[in-house]
């Protein structure tokens, strides 16, 4: 049997850590861990290490790589973007897994498709900052590009051998979020214990306040618009709260087609690193008893992230980069407390407003929007 060697950048997150899990279900199928990557969570890379004994480690933080040297003295391990790009192109590699949180893993998901690897993308951040790019690095390096976001997996099963002119729709299913039914006042009190308790989803804490602000949505739109070449208008996002349709694609004769299953990230992780092929799962069998009523609504009008990311969207250019890097240093000032939730949306619209994009889509102009989205973030 040919191994399936996987690089996985961002070992140790949520996606990361459920990556390992399906590999360790699909070993005998031949998945292999080749090369692992995190930000700074060292000590649990050394124990993954000691189990997966990969060939090389990229710590992007210089000062935890020298610590988990010492740790493991006999270890291959990179720092810095240079070895987060080491390893995403490596050679023995057939797919790079890319989850690492936030605007970080664009270098690294660029190296890996111009190296022609196939990339399953968790990162979010990555599509809507360098969504042009990353698409046409891919294509002109017969690189695919296979969603592991479940509303993405979703529509990406959806449409497998389907022609895409016979797309009217795409319905991006939220499940609302832990705050779906406050009102504008309510949502202004709200705590960063509350924001990090989703009713149906288990994520890493960016994920999870993007989920209850409903940006995450928001962002996933503007990933569909580059993953799938559709037009903005012709996705919708339908609040579905029990989280078990993951998306719907409507075609041009009305025949609608939907992806279902438990609210797991297990299952497109494993199909992004199967597909074509399918393996049998790691979960139960579906138990509809669970779920006797399936609900559909619009989204809710007091959280205007998603407002925000059409917009953006609508504005094109270097727009979609600055929104998420400015959200994403709101994020992290919520989490620190140094804002409040509802400051997230607010300033985000400030920002967003007053700023002029511009049309180059380069790498280069691409990280200077990142840095100028985020210094502006830090002082509104
Ligand atoms: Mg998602």
Known sequence: ??????????????????????????????????????????????????????????????QKALELQKRLPDQKIVTGIEGLKEVASLQEADIIVSAMSGSVGIQPTLSALKAGKNVALANKEVLVAAGELIMSTAKEHGASVIPIDSEHSALFQCLE??????????????????FLHYSRDRLSQITLKEALMHPTWQMGVK?????????????????????FGIT????????????????????IDGSMLAQMSAPTMLVPIQYALSHPKRYPGLIERFNYTHFSKLEFLPPNP????????????KQGGTAPCYLNAVNEVLVERFVKGEILWIDISDKLEKLLMKYQPEKELTLEKILETDKLGRLHANSV
């Open 1 to 62: 049997m040919k191994q399936k060697n996987v690089v996985i950048l961002g070992s140790t997150g949520s996606i990361g850590t459920q990556t390992l899990d399906v590999i360790d279900h699909l070993k005998s199928e031949g998945f292999n861990p080749i090369a692992l990557a995190a930000h700074s969570q060292i000590d649990l890379l050394e124990q993954q290490a000691h189990k997966w004994q990969p060939q090389i480690i990229a710590v992007y933080d210089q």
């Open 161 to 178: 051998g389907k022609d895409h002119k016979s797309v009217r729709r795409m319905l991006l299913t939220a499940s609302g979020g832990p």
């Open 207 to 227: 994920n999870t306040i993007d989920s209850s602000t409903l940006m995450n949505k928001g962002l996933e739109l503007i990933e569909a618009h580059f993953l």
């Open 232 to 251: 903005s208008e012709n996705i919708e996002i339908v609040v579905h709260p029990q989280s078990v349709i993951h998306s719907m694609v409507e075609f």
């Open 302 to 313: 007091g959280f205007k992230c998603i407002n925000l990311c059409y917009y953006a969207l």
